[in-house]
Every structure is written in C-alpha cells, then in structure tokens.
C-alpha cells in the first residue's frame, strides 16, 4: 500500500515539476523519471494504458474496466495533427504499460517523441494492425486516420489491447476476454441497427467539408457528392473556389457535414449564394439551401463510460440520418 502511495504522489510532484522546468533540465529530470516510472510498474497489479485520441480511449476503457488505468493525452482543446507531448505526458508515456494511436497519418508530432520514450512493445500503433480496413486519401495516397470510424476497425483495436492487457495482467485474462466479448455483443447489436436507416441513402446528395468520414460512409452505403477542400490545412485557390461553387450549385446537396474545427468563414466563401439553411433538420428548406451538419467525430462531448464508443458511433449515424431525412428513427437508442 505504502508503494502504491509513494508511486502516486512521485508522478503527481514530477508532473509539476516537468511543466515549470526548463527545457535541458527537462531531459535530465526525465533519466530519473524513467528509474521511478519502472520501479512503480512493478508496484501497481493493475495496468496503465495511455491513449492518443478519446475514441481510442472509449476502446481502451470498454477493455480495460476497473482493472486498469486508462488516461487520454489530447484534450478537446488540441488537434491530433499538431499535438505536442508536454513534459507532463511524457512522464505519463514513461509510466504507462501500454501506449495505443493511431498512428503518423493522423497523429504526425508525436512519431519521434513515441520511439523515444517508449519501447516498441508497448505501443499499439493501431493503423498498422493486421486485417484493419484501411482506405487512402489525397492525391498520394496515404492511409486515412480516421478508421476509428468503420466498426469492425474498432473490434479490431479492442481485440489487441485485450490481448496485450492479458500479457500483461495475465490474473485478470478472464476479466479483459469478458469485457471484449460484451464490447464486441453491444457494438453488432448497434451497428445492425444503423444499417437500415441508410438503406436509400444514395438517392440524398450531400457534401462534406472534407473527405473524413469515408470509414463510416464505405461501411453503411453511404457516399458524398462533393467535398468542399481536400486538404482543411491548406487554403484553395481562387480556381478552385470558383470551381467549388458551380459543383455546389450542379449538385444541390441536402446536406454540409463536417468537423467542429471546420473554417466557418471558409465555408461561406465556397458555398457563395448556395444559401445556408443551419443545423436545422426542417423539411421545409429552401430548394437552393443546404443544412450544416457538426459532427464530434473525437467525441469530445460524449460521456465516459464503457459504452461511450458505442455512443460516439451512433452520434454519428444520428447526424446522418436525421440530416438527410433517410429515417425519422433516432439511433441513440441502439446500445
């Protein structure tokens, strides 16, 4: 009990330590952290898992249960893209027994800092993951990091950390298989009863702010029109604007899908007299007005609990369906 304690208190101090440090007093500091994070893994019975993004978090927790730790180290206030370890995660990382992203494709800082602090068998890198549903996107080709998005990605993940958390804690195997035969039973009843709300789905134009929800829409049949940048990180040119803008007016989608971190103004320049008909789900819009759809596809709103993937999955099929009028049936109810 008295190491536990001890443990506990030493990584709560060294945290606000490591935030008030300077830089090369950072890396010293880290040498003695790694000696203390080792000596407490062997204290703790349960397991500590560090994940990158929430929906990687929501998996890990669905697993993980009451006999574990599981912590996410990118708040709602910072992208996957741009995310920087502060001295603080990295003592997290150093005392973590496992380490689960997504990987380069979608959280491209941390690569360097990951094989740095933490040793390959302890991190899941799960876009690497053999049989995972992978998809490309952009001009080169690259691996879509959104595969959280496809259901079968998630049981996927979920069945590797249950894997990785029974060599780990081999006392709890039982436990860990229990939680991921559940996860897997609560995720096909809700996945079976989001497929018939888009069974007329492609007779509804939509677009989306950028192609991120290819994994949800290849899985339940759906398929945007248009989308309105390739790349959010990189402003379109005034040709390509104009461009948008006669596609917007040839398609008419119903529907504008995209990310809270989306560029409103952004959005009105390229939708130009396409006019904006808001969130509202009406059927009395305009002919020549599109509908606004936020989607929390980190679900930064979604409350934890071992159900909270379950809930981020059927979020999404309710901001679908209920946009595009395909069903008046509300998936929320699913689990």
Request: net charge negative; hydrophobic share 40%.
């Amino acid at each position: 009990m008295f190491c536990k304690v001890f443990c506990n208190v030493t990584s709560k101090v060294f945290s606000k330590m490591l935030a008030q440090i300077s830089t090369k007093a950072t890396s010293s500091l880290l040498g003695a952290c790694l000696l203390i994070a080792s000596f407490c893994g062997s204290v703790h019975a349960d397991i500590t898992v560090s994940t990158t993004i929430r929906p990687l978090y929501f998996i890990a927790l669905a697993i993980v249960g009451e006999q574990g730790e599981v912590t996410a180290l990118i708040d709602s206030k910072s992208s996957p893209h741009h995310f920087n370890l502060t001295p603080s995660d990295r003592l997290e990382l150093l005392r973590s027994d496992l380490v689960v992203w997504v990987g380069p494709e979608l959280e491209s800082q941390l690569s360097n800092s990951f094989s740095k602090i933490a040793a390959s068998d302890r991190i899941i890198t799960t876009v690497a993951l053999p049989g995972l549903i992978s998809h490309k996107i952009g001009s080169e080709g690259q691996i879509d990091g959104h595969i959280w998005l496809d259901t079968g990605n998630a049981v996927l993940i979920a069945t590797e950390i249950a894997l990785q958390a029974k060599r780990l804690d081999p006392e709890n195997s039982e436990y860990f298989e229990n939680n991921l035969k559940q996860f897997q039973s609560s995720l096909d009843r809700a996945t079976d009863k989001i497929k018939p709300l888009f069974n007329t789905s492609n007779a509804k134009a939509f677009a989306v702010y950028h192609n991120a929800f290819q994994y949800f829409e290849k899985q339940f049949g759906l398929s945007h029109q248009l989308e309105l940048v390739t790349d959010p990180e990189i402003a379109p040119t005034i040709a390509q604007i104009i461009q948008t803008r006669k596609e917007v007016a040839a398609i008419k989608p119903l529907c504008l899908f995209g990310e809270s971190d989306a560029n409103p103004e952004l959005i009105r320049t390229l939708l130009s007299d396409y006019r904006r008909a808001g969130v509202s789900h009406s059927n009395s819009s305009p002919a020549n007005s599109i509908r606004e759809v936020t989607i929390d596809l980190l679900g930064n709103g979604i409350a934890e609990s071992p159900l909270a993937y379950i809930d981020l999955i059927t979020h999404v099929a309710d901001e679908f369906s209920s946009c595009l009028n395909i069903d008046t049936a509300n998936a929320t109810n699913n689990r």
